[in-house]
């Protein structure tokens, strides 16, 4: 099954090397304005599959592209320190105008998974852009991950063993969405309690700038973050190309708000294909449609 990454810097190539060593896919492929950029992390990428899976890594032009399952986009600017992730939208919007028609006249029917940030609203670029493609962007996966890395810190258990979502912007305006939150199926007070380990309204804050600031955080100490994205574009990947009918916060067009952004949603080999609206609070519920107006009026600048 071949995959193909569009934008060869930090984000994509790290994608790239994650999915090597994964086993994501048999056949990976970089593409990238600067040709040399692509053909040199294709090749040091390539050098890594015969210790791990075996993919087949190469570098090309966007015609290479063609058979494509999964298209991820991660081409753009970075977001600097200092900046907010819509603050690179007009600049990345107009990268976007350029290369999303060449990508679908080369692989029509993949999927494209969108990485690039402000991700929410070029995600809504996209679709606009390739009517005819399955869309969608990576979402608060990530934010999700970082999310349960830290409750699980708390809890003093294995991450894989806590499970919540945050929802909405891929962004400042974010909803941690604590009435999902469980770890080893208890809700998180009742598991604390349960433990005697100390839980409160600080500590719940605490996770929350801590799970909502940990890009800037990232930005600050080293100027990107790539590595957690990437493997969280690696695992999106995989339920697509599996068809394995995964739950994970992706964001795709969402009628009810008018915008794309980050719900639970079951994602298989067509893409998304149902959307699991969680049982929020009426505070959750008041800051997911906060974060939506934040997302529209961005949008608005398009």
Not at 91 to 99: G, P, V
Not at 188 to 212: P, Y
Not at 214 to 238: F, Q
Request: proline share 4%; aromatic share 4%.
């Amino acid at each position: 099954m071949k995959v193909s990454v569009v934008g060869a810097g930090l984000v994509g190539a790290t994608a790239a090397y994650a999915m090597t060593l994964r086993d994501s896919c048999s056949e990976l492929v970089l593409t990238d304005k600067d040709e040399a950029r692509a053909a040199a992390e294709a090749q040091d990428i390539a050098h890594a599959s015969p210790i791990s899976h075996g993919a087949r890594v190469s570098s090309g032009p966007f015609a290479a592209l063609e058979g494509s399952r999964v298209v991820i986009v991660a081409a753009g600017a970075n977001q600097q320190v200092g900046e907010s992730r819509l603050d690179l939208l007009q600049k990345n919007a107009a990268i976007f105008r350029e290369i999303i028609p060449q990508v679908t006249q080369a692989a029509p029917d993949a999927v494209l998974l969108i990485a690039t940030n402000p991700v929410d609203i070029l995600t809504d670029l996209t679709v606009k852009l390739a009517p005819q493609s399955a869309v969608m962007g990576s979402g608060t996966v990530l934010d999700s991950a970082r999310f349960r890395h830290l409750v699980a810190q708390r809890a003093g258990v294995d991450a894989t063993h806590v499970h919540g979502y945050v929802l909405g912007e891929h962004g400042d305006s974010e909803v941690i969405a604590w009435s999902t939150a469980t770890v080893a199926g208890l809700p998180v007070d009742d598991f604390m309690k349960a433990r005697r380990l100390d839980w409160n309204a600080q500590i719940r804050s605490e996770i929350e700038r801590g799970t909502r600031d940990a890009a800037a955080a990232i930005i600050g100490g080293k100027r990107a973050t790539y590595y957690g994205i990437g493997a969280a574009l690696a695992r999106i990947t995989e339920r697509v190309l599996g068809d394995r009918r995964a739950v994970l916060t992706v964001s795709a067009p969402t009628p009810e708000f008018g915008v794309s952004l980050s719900l639970p949603r079951i994602v298989a080999a067509g893409g998304v294909t149902e959307t699991v609206m969680p049982n929020l609070t009426d505070n959750e519920k008041t800051a997911l449609e906060a974060s939506a107006e934040v997302l529209r009026k961005a949008a608005a600048s398009l």
